[in-house]
């Protein structure tokens, strides 16, 4: 059974341009989450999904952004990036709402320059 | 609120000695309890969690951890550290299971295993 597939696995870009990334979760999870992972802040809740739905957000501003597909993929977007979003950014996916399992992705590392 | 305290963003332990890596939390609720383990370029994976029942949970590669909840604590240990244990820990917390709330991981603990 394959893991959880983030794309790309590095990305730099330049302040002000947008950028998407993708996240296929294990077949059959349909809850998808979302972190930001930076050194000394550790792992950041971002949102999460399920069923295309968006069940819960934290407190990052509104130029991050997600949404989920039918098939339970997941892509989020950064507009008008900061210095400040260089991050790993990873993505979760679990069997069902319960949650009480996290299967990650190796994440995408993001540096704007 | 929910939170977690990591005690240490570095710990390092000689190969063969005690593990123990530090973690506390605050939840208004019984709380649900999580370590997980994060290797160099690598997402991370579940160690071990406590949910109910056993406040000892035993989890892979060794570890075990205790729920305390007179002192809101959830401590990692491994009684003899390998070299390949030199990762990144994360300790996290929710209150419930169905996912209405969002797990919160602490800011991590990086373990280095002295030869």
């Known amino acids: 059974k394959a893991g959880v597939t983030q794309t790309p696995r590095y990305l730099i870009k330049t302040r002000g341009q947008q950028v998407t990334l993708s996240c296929s979760p294990i077949?059959?999870?349909?809850?998808v989450s979302w972190y930001q992972q930076t050194p000394g802040q550790g792992l950041q809740f971002l949102f999460e999904?399920?069923?295309?739905?968006?069940?819960n957000k934290g407190n990052f501003p509104g130029r991050f952004s997600g949404r989920q597909f039918s098939n339970s993929r997941s892509e989020m977007n950064v507009s008008t990036l900061e210095l400040g979003d260089s991050a790993l950014y990873l993505c979760?996916?679990?069997?069902?709402?319960?949650?009480?399992?996290?299967?990650f992705g190796s994440g995408t590392q993001l540096s704007v320059l | 609120a929910q939170s977690v305290t990591q005690l240490g963003s570095h710990v390092s332990v000689s190969e063969g000695a005690l593990v123990l890596l530090r973690c506390n939390y605050s939840?208004?609720?019984?709380?649900?309890l999580f370590w997980y383990v994060q290797y160099p370029n690598q997402g991370l994976q579940l160690l071990l969690k406590?949910?109910?029942?056993?406040?000892l949970v035993k989890g892979i590669n060794g570890f075990e951890a205790e729920f305390k909840k007179s002192e809101t604590s959830f401590h990692l240990t491994k009684p003899s550290a390998h070299m390949s244990d030199a990762a990144e820990y994360f300790c996290?917390?929710?209150?419930?299971?169905?996912?209405?709330?969002?797990?919160?991981f602490g800011k991590g603990t990086r373990l280095h295993i002295l030869p």
């Open positions: 077949s059959g999870h349909r809850s």
């Open positions: 939840s208004s609720v019984p709380p649900y």
């Open positions: 979760a996916s679990s069997s069902d709402r319960g949650g009480e399992k996290l299967f």
């Open positions: 999904y399920f069923s295309e739905t968006q069940r």
């Open positions: 996290a917390v929710t209150r419930t299971l169905n996912r209405d709330d969002k797990i919160i």
């Open positions: 406590y949910t109910t029942g056993a406040t």
